[in-house]
């Protein structure tokens, strides 16, 4: 799927608009992280693979959260 796309002005910087059905095709949304690349001509973005470590702090986030959970909210309230 080729599309042209123009670059949108945002404060400094220049912003790229991704239209709603390619978003949908390769699952992104807001919160996922990119990756992107170029090969000097063409400038790549794709959905960022999570590193090992990035799973391994996850799981144990998840982990912590499912066991102290309660324990959080009093502390956070």
Known sequence: MTRVKKLTKHGNSLAL???RPILDLLRID????????TDGERLVVSPAKPSPRRKKFEEAQKAAHKRYGKAFKRLAG
């Open 30 to 37: 807001s919160d996922t992280p990119l990756d992107i690349s």
């Open 17 to 19: 608009v991704i239209d």
